[in-house]
């Protein structure tokens, strides 16, 4: 065993309603190049309706545990408090690890001085490889930019994402009264410590796209909600600095319309125009929601 395999690590899982695409998931992670024995997996049922118990048959090394109370970052909270391991890699129940995932984690981890925490490449996929909708290919060259994240606002989300138990330990758990956003706060706290943020694509999980505007619409929701309430965490936050977010909102974004027409499996200039007209209504809700939350006219939404 090299000495890049000679840590333990802790796969922690929230799981929401997911049985089939956890299954997926658990098949992934039951054939890396990682040594069986040098790691464990935590799912946190989250309270979920449907049944998971086929889990406990289907997967006996499967640490199943519950957590009650609604909200993914207290379900991850509640995994890393049970974790074993030396290393903590966080992916989510929709998610395909590559099957030298955990492998190339832990290098990345351990090739880095003073590393904090690893994000790793979250390349989407299809529900119809040969006839994507128009939200999936929206979400393609939009949803999850970890290298921009990593650059540019220094944290990584959990749906890829390693770091040390020690690194946890020093910089604590997951701001759990958070309902989006937690990473993002999180990593920051992690920056703030003085650890390294890095980004690494080798080290890659395959994550569904939404497929319509009310799956991507609730996503907007969600993630409005989020950003106002780590906003309101920090003190320096201030009117002019909503403001300023507002007219982001509205903004046309140059890099996204720049993906759009670089995109291959975008065909011809009549669907990139549709793409572009999508990204605006994406900026116009994101507004809207903000705004009302605001103003307190809306709760927030966080499903």
Known sequence: MSSSQSLSVSIIIPVFNDLERLKLCL???????YPQEQYEIIVVDNNSTESLESIKKDFPHVNLVQELTPGSYIARNNGITLAK?????????????????????VHALLSTSNCGLVAGKIDLFFQDSNHPTLIELYEKVTAFPQEKYVKERQFGVTANLFTYKTVMDTVGQFNDTLKSGGDREWGRRVVHHGYQVIYVDTVCVNHPARVTWKQLHSKIIRQTSGLLDINNLSESQTGLDNLINWIAYLLPSPRIIKLIIKEKEIKGYPKKIQLILIMFLVKVTRFYESLLLFLKLKTKAYK
């Open 85 to 105: 391991g030396d290393i903590l890699a966080f992916t989510d129940s929709d998610c395909i690890p590559h099957k030298d995932w955990l492998e190339q984690g």
């Open 27 to 33: 098949h992934a992670l039951e054939n890396q190049t």
